[in-house]
T-cell receptor, first 111, second 112 residues
Framework: KQEVTQIPAALSVPEGENLVLNCSFT??????LQWFRQDPGKGLTSLLL?????REQTSGRLNASLDKSSGRSTLYIAASQPGDSATYLC??????????FGTGTQLKVEL | DAGVTQSPTHLIKTRGQQVTLRCSPK?????VSWYQQALGQGPQFIFQ???????QRGNFPDRFSGHQFPNYSSELNVNALLLGDSALYLC???????????FGSGTRLTVV
């Protein structure tokens, strides 16, 4: 059974700081790993999708990496802004085409 | 291009009642999955529908059932509601799972 863990659970940083969010998964037999952003009480917005054959994906100030052999993914956010404040969720796509989610990292970027 | 649409956005029900939530997938997508997200937790997989059939199911009781229509839209039904069913219910659609999922804004269900 796939288990996904995200560390830290919460993070508070000053504006402009670069930061890294961590995601680990127990079963390396995944098809892809997807990072999402969730604002309070809202749905999920897809940020980056990394296929199992890829090592990283970039979109603007966001960069996500994937190391299947070690069961780890990281989301790097450059030059953080107050608008980046949200909960960030990672999800691994495994057998049965179902996503297994971590519990998220709650990020607060302060002025 | 419309994304995933869910209705209603909020719902309050009494214990023991039944509820139906609705989802219209993103244009071009044919697979619909439902997730339950309790407060402070990550979403948990309920089930997935493809070609009008339930293809996969998570660890949820039979009180949770669903349906997919020929136009790919879907419904989630929950019978005999419990207080613990209070959660945000998310619908996700895809064409090919490896290309990623698109989520809707969710339905907030409160059971009192």
């Amino acid at each position: 059974k796939q288990e996904v863990t995200q560390i830290p659970a919460a993070l508070s940083v000053p504006e402009g700081e670069n930061l890294v969010l961590n995601c680990s998964f127990t079963d390396s037999a995944i098809y892809n790993l997807q990072w999402f952003r969730q604002d309070p009480g809202k749905g999920l917005t897809s940020l980056l999708l990394i296929q199992s054959s890829q090592r990283e994906q970039t979109s603007g100030r966001l960069n996500a990496s994937l190391d299947k052999s070690s069961g780890r993914s990281t989301l790097y956010i450059a030059a953080s802004q107050p608008g980046d404040s949200a909960t960030y969720l990672c999800a691994a796509l495994g057998g049965g085409n179902k996503l297994t989610f971590g519990t998220g990292t709650q990020l607060k970027v302060e002025l | 291009d419309a994304g995933v649409t869910q209705s209603p956005t909020h719902l309050i029900k009494t214990r023991g009642q039944q509820v139906t939530l609705r989802c219209s997938p993103k244009s071009g997508h044919d697979t619909v999955s439902w997730y339950q997200q309790a407060l402070g937790q990550g979403p948990q997989f309920i089930f997935q529908y493809y070609e009008e059939e339930e293809r996969q199911r998570g660890n949820f009781p039979d009180r949770f059932s669903g349906h997919q229509f020929p136009n790919y839209s879907s419904e989630l039904n929950v019978n005999a509601l419990l207080l613990g069913d209070s959660a945000l219910y998310l619908c996700a659609s895809s064409l090919a799972a490896v290309e990623g999922y698109t989520f809707g804004s969710g339905t907030r269900l409160t059971v009192v």
